[in-house]
């Protein structure tokens, strides 16, 4: 057997189509199923159910694919470990970034990171954190921008960046005299919140949940957008927090209904994700040296409290 016919396994197996998995791997549906079929009859077994829809691995089927991530895995570091020691920067890199980070870092490092590694090809989905996780497991993701910790014993963390929360407060609340705020003073009942599935909400439910302070029934109108959240407060419909990147982008009205929190500030934490088999470890380098080159003089060292970004049924 193969590598490529070990690869066009891994294919179908994700796919579970053979024609899908054919388009992907740049082959012939014909081609693909011979090479499998090759690999059927020399072990002399069957790998998948051709008569389920959609395709189905076998019992033994499911092991050999679990051993062929690892074998594929072990030829693509092999590659690596040439690319690095010829100082090749270079191919197809997919990464994934949580939506509330996606719009504020990515146009801070994507240009210069594209000027100084030309030879990369960059590939870059918008996806939450559940898709995200199971996207490097799978190793259809090389690398991710999320808010961490995650304690996912297959992934590896390097932290990027600790960002501040930031509380956006109309005029009319009964907090908006105040210059500093406290997380006592926060009312989850008034607070606006992204709607579920994004770990910043989560965040803010920890972060009040924390401090021992009862959700009630909190606001029903739920947004998939800082910006919504920032017009419905403008509205008086409540007040809302933000991580501090984004605020950078506010006009000066709005920024002036901008409150800094006491220290220890309410932060989370950005990190830089990936597979502990540190395939192309030499492009994650590279990413995380430009990222770091860039936030640096967007946020300061602060006395930071940590708020995870883990939903109450992950803690």
């Not at 051993?67 to 470990?81: G, L, S, Y």
């Amino acid at each position: 057997m193969t590598i490529t016919q070990l690869q066009y396994v891994l294919a179908v197996a994700e796919h579970k189509n053979f024609t899908l998995a054919a388009e992907k791997c740049f082959v012939t549906q014909p081609t693909l199923s011979m090479q499998i079929q090759k690999i059927e009859e020399e072990l002399k077994i069957l790998i998948f159910d051709r008569t389920k829809k959609p395709i189905q691995l076998t019992d033994i089927g499911q092991k050999i694919v679990n051993q062929a991530k690892n074998i594929v895995n072990e030829a693509d570091r092999i590659k690596d470990i040439v690319e690095q020691q010829k100082g090749f920067i270079g191919g197809e890199f997919r990464l994934g970034i949580i939506p509330t980070i996606m719009p504020t870092l990515l146009p801070m490092f994507l240009s210069n990171f594209i000027k100084k590694y030309p030879k990369i090809k960059l590939i870059i989905e918008e996806l939450n954190t559940d898709e995200i996780i199971l996207r490097l497991k799978n190793g259809n993701l090389d690398a991710a921008i999320a808010a961490t910790p995650l304690l996912e014993e297959k992934l590896k963390e390097i932290v990027l960046y600790y960002e501040p929360f930031m509380a956006y407060i109309p005029e009319s609340h009964s907090i908006a005299h105040k210059q500093e705020i406290e997380v006592s003073d926060l009312n989850l009942d008034e607070i606006l919140l992204l709607q579920d599935g994004h770990c910043f909400r989560d965040g803010i439910m920890n972060l009040c949940k924390n401090q021992g302070i009862s959700s009630g029934n909190a606001f029903q109108l739920e947004s998939g957008s800082f910006e919504t959240l920032i017009r419905l407060a403008d509205e008086g419909l409540g007040m809302t927090l933000l991580p501090f990147l984004h605020t950078l982008n506010l006009n000066e009205k709005e920024q002036s209904k901008l409150r800094h929190f006491k220290e220890p500030k309410p932060s989370r934490e950005v990190s830089l994700i990936f597979p502990k088999t540190e395939l192309k470890i030499h492009i994650i380098d590279a990413l995380r040296q430009t990222i770091a080159g860039v936030i640096k003089g967007a946020i300061v060292f602060q006395n930071v409290a940590i708020i995870s970004p883990l939903s109450k049924n992950k803690n």
